[in-house]
């Protein structure tokens, strides 16, 4: 595996061979302590360029850097800095002041790592798709680029989550895993679940996507998944019936997410999940499960999302699933700036 | 005295003898200059959790913590981060999407020490007394937690207090020490009265809290701080005239406060206070001390809450007292993390 | 050269040679590279005080005090602090809760270095040019301050923007310098402009100051720079003819900035300008000079003060100019801390 030098926006950018070696040196890292990976960052600063608040992503990249001896340069868009502009010819007479095209150059000229944290506006689903600022600051970067959290994809995230399944049950390939849509009380992006799927499908899992149909994912996505499966000996499919999905399952991963039928409105959005209220992972749901964990990349509402009895149980990893972004993130930085 | 691997919410979790060898140390410190301590935080992270703004605490907090070699992460609670809730069994329905339950445990996981600031809503008196914030980040750590000013006390600032009494009178233990009520145009926290209130008591002074009728102490408050300062071998009295309480006095420490008959009811108490806007201190009430010290926390409203003539005067020892709280922050997190 | 100890408003501060000598010591330490300058800041902290949002300055200095071993504080004033009263004899009875007079002795006792920066109101003009709140700064401090761009002041930039004039032409005496005003949709500060037509003077370069009519420097401004340059060999006038500015020009540096004549009045300002939208650089005017560089502090608003054009052309140094921040401040801090 060499990950030296290079962006990592998806785990789509490694080859399912390069994505197992990272979550094994992670597992190797977190068993082997605090000062498992030596510094490699020694001497170098690493800006976290945040659109969008962060507590998770925030702390467990700055300690990973600062772990491996790094210095950590956050900045808060449109708050503490300036707002950005990405995209090509517009006329910049509005409240973007500043361009990609000029700040990821000049910032590549103080630091040695750009993170880069960007919601989706949720208006345009091809829009948000596109993942456009990130792309932006990775066409304009001379420095490693690090999605921490897009548009569309959320990779780190993605790393802990596979990395937590290998711990568990010694592999993600043939496990039967979950992603299932959760009632939440507003649309949500799709980068958690995307970036997951996408994961567990690279892994060969066999993935099944529980959702409303209204909340199916797109033919697109869907058939990159499945490519992605067929070439690592996993599966995926679809269904509506998140009880018939839960059945054996090892691993129920709840999240909510936007429908793309409404996306942009909504309050249509809104007004049809309003029949989905039972969408909530609860201890009958976990009971049909194959003794199976129940996983969430964290902020959850409580007993919203999920019940108190499931959280609190003895089945939820949540805690552990987000501690192993410090561990899988090391292994990534580790991976970019070791020699 | 073995703070090793303690919390600090409140001076209330230290023995008097504890918070003796606590001021001694930090006074030693300050002695011996800034690598007094050595590096016991060498390695280790610490997060600063702010509810709300701070200049002095997240400045001295921050520097003890380099000085003592560790890494500083600070976060700003519904800003760059998400809201918490901290209530057990809420549906979480509304406007706080991550619960204490998840998040401290989870920054447990990436960094050594969790220091916190949560100011109290004004709303509910017994419920800011309960300092349920602080209480349940306690209660979910894993590692130490250290109390910023919460609800209810600001034990950092009272060791920096008491340190400056003791710096400047050789000790605080007879001491003629008046916590003054003073006008502001806002009700405010009783935090800092608490602290230092309960502080002094451990420590012996003989303690006056001089306040109009309707900002005086709870009796409950005050019951404790009568056996605390009983034990010590101080004393605690309350009063309504300011000039009396001043006469003989070592120390005159300022501070607003809301009062309990309107606690909730801002505009209640402004219409009180009004009467009470005498409640300033200037140099004819530092007259009637025995060359005494005027000391408050700050930030201090010149010429509302004490004169442009006190504060530029050579009785004032604010300033000493502000940096003061490096040097017992300091003392106090090499006992946390020391051998 | 002894900048040791000594604070930095304003290039003015330092003779012609001073600035000229830190100017060698900047470029030498960017050919020497990262180490340069070695590690006079370890052990050291630095406030980094913002009342306003910043991306270049914020982490080029953050960069350049890590770089130097030292630890960076940052502070956002009235958004994660207290906002600060600057005034003498004021009652602090409104939205200011704190005075400089506590704050920066407070500070100065946690911190080696403090670094701030005041954008002005845009109200008054003599107010503004008496940049208050960076003196008060100064004046209170008992560490070195410095300017990071206050209400009249941008030192550390117009460090940066002679650095680049003297790289690329070998001097900055006898080049042809044109300090351009540009369209811009709302009045801004004038701080950079002064900055750097100062640092211009001081180094003798030919200086042409191109406004319209309403935008021309204040005739004070203008005898100072005219004394500065007499003094270096230089030169300075005034035109409204932006295109016989730009004839044989080395250095086109576009800015916009803020009508004397309707200052504090930023509708009569936006009125008035609106006869000046042609004021933009483009390649056309690039063609006039002598193989001219368009530089710009940035952020600059693309199409609107620059063409994509010249903005991304072979003619711009911006990004360089940029750049250059991390090694004059380096250079900067090298010779306050230094032996």
Redesign the interface.
Known sequence: MSLKGRSFLSTGDLTPAELDELLDAALRGKAEG??AFGTPMA?K?A?LV?FN????T???M??AI??LGG?V????IG????DL?HR??????GTK???V???V???C???DLIAVRCFPKLANYEEDKADAMVASFAKHATVPVVNLESAFYHPCQALADMMTIKERFGAVKGKKVVLSWAYH?KPLPHAVPNAFALAAAQCGADLTIAAPSEYQPDDAMLAALRAQATASGGSVRTTSDQQSAAEGAHVIYAKSWASRAFYGDATSDLACRQAYRSWRVDDELMQLTNDGVFMHC???????VVT?GV??GQHSV??QQ??NR?HAQKALLAGIFGS
């Open positions: 605090r000062g001497g600063s800006a945040f608040p962060s507590l998770r925030r702390v467990s700055s300690v600062t772990q210095h340069m956050p900045l808060e708050a503490g800095t300036w502009e090509d010819g517009v006329v910049m007479d002041v500043e361009h095209k000029e700040a150059p000049v910032l000229q103080y630091v009380p964290l902020p959850a509402r409580r007993n919203v108190d959280l609190d949540v805690v987000a501690g410090l």
